[in-house]
């Protein structure tokens, strides 16, 4: 899945680290704002997350519970943002966290530089940008 995002500042509460528990306060703002689940889907735990721009949803991710948990190791969103330089700021603000940030494979994807990261529990992101 990838995220179109004109800047990956947008929202003034979103959160890439999250955990059911909110024991885990790390975050990193991605554009996309925490919203609430529909009430028939509330119990089952997790979370989504929504970008909108000019009254229109552009994205939305639904993060969901397992148990026993295990990290989404492989299958992840893609985030992409618009320039080299927000590619940049987002890998800073990952790391700024501690966040895990891996350049390995800036290059394999041709036209699109990018990066890997993972939250503290081991699901993994990429954020890419156009050449």
């Not at 800047?7 to 890439?16: C, E, I, K, N, T």
């Not at 552009?58 to 969103?77: M, N, S, V, Y």
Request: charged share 25%.
């Amino acid at each position: 899945m990838a995220i179109a995002t004109s800047d990956v500042s947008v929202a003034s509460r979103s959160a890439f680290w999250v955990a059911e528990s909110r024991a885990e306060q790390r975050h990193v703002d991605v554009g996309l704002a925490e919203v609430a689940k529909p009430p028939a889907l509330a119990g089952r735990g997790g979370c989504w997350f929504r970008h909108i721009e000019d009254g229109a949803v552009l994205a939305e991710i639904h993060c969901g519970i397992e148990d026993p948990f295990h990290p989404a190791r492989t299958a992840h969103p893609a985030l992409v943002v618009d320039t080299a330089e927000q590619l940049e700021r987002m890998a800073a603000r990952i790391e700024s966290v501690d966040g895990d940030v891996d350049w390995a494979e800036r290059t394999s994807f041709e036209g699109y530089p990018r990066f890997h990261a993972r939250d503290p529990f081991g699901n993994r992101l990429e954020v890419l940008t156009p050449d």
